[in-house]
């Protein structure tokens, strides 16, 4: 045999070795998928039995400057789908006239203590028709014994540029007596999105992008909940009294099972030889994820003051002349497990570079949280979702109000109250 067949046929071999060890590794890797997803794998693989949420209009509206904006007193009729049936109506009426999320209480010109609070889904999430800005400014008044007012301008989806962008600007135009900015560890490394109600197909769609585009398209952009005009309140409640099926519930599950699989909200079939599963981690982090579709990124950089717009609205907050706090809000496995912030590639960098731009260290409620809580989990909306449950919106009205007090920004007010404790009930 000639050297140069005996190197081809090395070669070869090599070769199929490293196919075969390749195979073995993407058939483990998908083993593994299956056994730690076991109990949710035949549901989450087709789509099936997944909770499907449709608002009859959109949540959100188009807006260039910020990203979007919540429509100023807009009521939305909400449906619930579950295994395959309309299963419950509701009417949400949680926009303000304002175009924030919860109540408005008082009258905010005439109040002794003017607050604006800033933030993520956590001061945007409502639950029994209350946020933790609404059980902030009760909070502090009793501290205080002064007529407070809070203004709530959390904004779900968004990350700490917006939330600076959002804060400059509405500092700028309310003069608040304080200004909370807070953030959870995720927002460090967000980027800005903006969402816009479209229509693609004849079907309404409302789609997330990370370029302002008052029509994106699906290439572009990330579908943000499910949307049906015919979806009102008098069909929900009719199709629900009739056994919650029907032609557009069909049409709805459709819609959204193929929706889900183009987001890989669902897995997707193991099955699959045109995929590989490992290679999706390796290369995006999330064995489901398919470089072609439409992911939202994370932040490149390891320094805000890279980024010009956030020079800008920091620059514009420390020149106002209001006092500002920068509030990092934890999230349960950070209160359970080590208490201390859970970072992802920059987020630690990030965190010391928005310090820096602040001129002031960050009060994470870590630092006041309360460690005799009977069960911590508690403060979770559910086991699966870290918004705060109405008791989680007062440990953290608590804790902000701590840090406040703590840090001499609010008046003396009630010494009775001072450093108070959200209690079990």
Known sequence: MSRRRTAALAAATIAIAVLFSALAAEIAYRGWIYLSNQQNFARLAQGEGLTIGVYDRSHWE???????????????????????????????????????????????????????????????????????PAKLQDELAARTGEDVHVVNFGRDGTGILQIVDLAADRIAEWRPDLAVITFTTDDLSRVRIWRAVTEIDGQPRVLTTTEPDPSPTPESGADTYLLEPRADAAWCQETVAKGGEGPLVDSLIERYGKLAQQANYTMGGLTDPTRSFLLSRLLYGDPFADGARFQVPRLRIDDFMEDPGFRDSIARIRDSGVPFVLVHLPIYPEVTDGMAPQFRGPDAALWDSLEAAAGQKVRSLLSVWPEDLEDPARINNAPTDYHPSPFGMQVIATAIADILQRDGLLPAGNPAVSGGRAEEP
């Not at 400057?65 to 395959?84: E, L, N």
């Open 62 to 132: 188009y807006d260039a400057r910020h990203g979007f904006r919540y429509p100023p007193g807009r009521k939305i009729a909400y449906s619930h789908i579950q295994h395959g049936r309309l299963t419950g109506c509701a009417m949400l009426d949680t926009i303000n006239a304002r175009g924030n999320i919860g109540p408005i209480r008082g009258d905010y010109d005439s109040a002794d203590l003017k607050v604006l609070v800033f933030g993520d889904s956590f001061p945007a999430f409502i639950r029994d028709g209350m946020t933790f």
